[in-house]
Every structure is written in structure tokens, then in C-alpha cells.
Nanobody, 120 residues
Framework: QVQLVESGGGLVQAGDSLRLSCTASGRTLNSYNVAWFRQAPGKEREFVATISWSEIISYADSVKGRFFISRVNAKNMVYLQMNSLKPEDTADYYC??????????????WGQGTQVAVSS
């Protein structure tokens, strides 16, 4: 069993940056693919980025070139660096593990989410 806790969200202005952190406990993340998803009010949860256990990375087209995912296995943490934020990035951001791909249905473990709000 893996417990995930997100942090780093907040209210920022368009063009600003934020770094989200996902901290794992219970088991090490070394052998897990980890993904970030987000969910805006009234919308479905959508894929943002993923990093595999072997550090293969992919991004949603909407964040490519602005968001960067990384992991530090020694700290059992995964990060999402978000640059050039836009109002449409406003959402609750979730860390997920124990799965693969872009569908949230594929992942077994979820954090509670951290809120990101971007004002124009």
C-alpha cells in the first residue's frame, strides 16, 4: 500500500510558476510509475504528466513545454514544476501511482489533491 500526499498548490497570477510535490509513504516509489492528474470544477479528471520507474516521461499537449515532471527516489518524492501558468490551469492536482498510461482509471493509489488557482 502506498500513501501519497500532495503539496505546493496555491493562488498565483498568470505567468507565475509553482512546484507541486508528491510525497509517498508506506512503500518506496522506485518501482512505480507516477502520474499527475488535474480536475477543474465541473470537469472530468484529466492527465497532466507521467514519469515511469525508468524515468520515461510524457505530457499532455496542453502543458507540454511549460510543465516538467521529475522524481527523486531517494526522497520518495515526485515533483511537478509548472511554469507560465494560465487561468485554464486552475484545478485540483492529484498525484497517482500503481498504474500506467493516461486514464485515471488505471491508477490504484491517489493523494488527496492540492488546489491550484491562476488568476488572469
Amino acid at each position: 500500500q502506498v500513501q501519497l500526499v500532495e503539496s505546493g498548490g496555491g493562488l498565483v497570477q498568470a505567468g507565475d510558476s509553482l512546484r507541486l510535490s508528491c510525497t509517498a509513504s508506506g512503500r518506496t516509489l522506485n518501482s512505480y510509475n507516477v502520474a499527475w492528474f488535474r480536475q477543474a470544477p465541473g470537469k472530468e479528471r484529466e492527465f497532466v504528466a507521467t514519469i515511469s520507474w525508468s524515468e520515461i516521461i510524457s505530457y499532455a499537449d496542453s502543458v507540454k513545454g511549460r510543465f516538467f515532471i521529475s522524481r527523486v527516489n531517494a526522497k520518495n518524492m515526485v515533483y511537478l514544476q509548472m511554469n507560465s501558468l494560465k487561468p485554464e490551469d486552475t484545478a485540483d492536482y492529484y498525484c497517482a501511482a500503481g498504474g500506467s498510461g493516461v486514464s485515471p482509471n488505471n491508477y490504484a493509489y491517489w493523494g488527496q489533491g492540492t488546489q491550484v488557482a491562476v488568476s488572469s
